[in-house]
């Protein structure tokens, strides 16, 4: 509702499902327009089984830290740039891992899907 993604990227990952291996971080580049003014923005992360939301932590949720030039300007791109790790405790499971930058307002900025692969 409230942006547009114009590209996303993530790295290493070749095909579709990714392959995640346990202890690996994988880089997310996010490049999007913003259809409104926010001071901030702030990403959550899911992965998704069965319809399911869990809670996917992240290390840097804020997303002015996380390469956009805050405050947001309408009409304006910002490359979004993240780390996802993957911790060797997670299981073996493929799922989809679902990313979401709200604004101040817990409008959505993006959302976006990809099928993965968690291996060892």
């Known amino acids: 509702k409230d942006g547009s993604i114009q590209e996303v990227n993530v790295s290493p990952c070749p095909t ?3 392959l995640l ?19 901030g923005s702030k ?7 069965m319809h399911v939301d869990i809670p996917f932590p992240i290390p840097e949720p804020d997303g002015c830290k996380s390469g956009i030039q805050c405050p947001i300007q309408k009409g304006h791109s910002y490359s979004y740039l993240n780390k996802l790790p993957v911790k060797n405790e997670y299981p073996s499971i493929k799922l989809i891992v679902k990313w979401e930058l709200v604004d101040d307002q ?7 899907k990809i099928p993965v692969q968690i291996t060892s």
């Open 16 to 18: 579709q499902p990714c």
């Open 106 to 112: 817990d409008q959505m900025l993006f959302c976006w």
């Open 43 to 49: 990403a959550r992360v899911y992965g998704e089984m």
């Open 21 to 39: 291996h346990k202890g690996t971080s994988y880089s997310i580049n996010v490049t999007f327009a913003s259809k409104i003014e926010s001071q």
